[in-house]
């Protein structure tokens, strides 16, 4: 069980980290995105299977009850997402490496159950105003959900320094860059 890796990537809404992700999986063919379970409605272009494993919270209720999750947690009031440990077994028995892109508090579990077998990295954005503007240009938020998202971010940037790597995403051709290096470091071991 030792041999199989886990790479997982957090940061907050607007550092780069979902671009960064994407090119990783599409360049590194060892690396499969791992499915998070969640128990919200799935949005017009998400596939159950794909994104998400969309279920209803008395199933997510009855996997938390079998110890089905490698972590999970209650993200937003009655809205959980987890990682299911056989996601990670589907893939370790595919032969690859499972790419967890997750928050901080799941990043952190996981990074706890796994130990050494799993590898954290935070991306973080420059500064609070570079996310501001990075959010702002998405035209996605209204100025209360802009407001709701840094809060959540200056929190998740208190836990920066319990990952095992933090790269600052200025130029996003170097934080990939930067970041694909600590992953075939990683793999390389």
Same mark, same amino acid.
């Given at each position: 069980m030792a041999s199989n890796k886990i790479i997982i990537i957090t940061a907050p809404s607007g550092a780069g980290k979902t671009t960064i992700v994407r090119k990783l999986l599409a360049e590194m063919p060892q690396l499969a995105f791992s499915i998070s379970a969640a128990t919200r409605s799935p949005r017009e272009t998400e596939t159950h299977g794909k994104d998400y494993y969309f279920m209803s919270p008395e199933t997510f209720q009855e996997h938390i009850e079998k110890n089905d999750f490698a972590e999970y947690e209650m993200v937003y009031a009655g809205k959980y997402y987890g990682t299911l440990k056989s996601e990670l077994q589907r893939i370790w028995t595919n032969g690859q490496t499972p790419m967890v892109d997750i928050d901080v508090k799941g990043a952190l579990s996981i990074k706890e159950k796994y130990h *050494? @077998? *799993?590898?954290? &990295?935070? &991306?973080? %954005? %420059? @500064?609070l105003d570079a996310l501001r503007v990075r959010l702002s240009e998405r035209g996605t938020e209204s100025q209360a959900s802009l407001e709701e998202r840094l809060g959540k971010a200056r929190y998740e940037l208190s836990f920066a320094k319990e990952f095992d790597y933090i790269v600052v995403n200025e130029v996003l051709e170097t934080a990939y860059a930067e970041v694909r290096k600590l992953v075939e470091n990683f793999l390389a071991r």
């Open positions: *050494a @077998s *799993a590898m954290t &990295i935070f &991306i973080q %954005p %420059p @500064s």
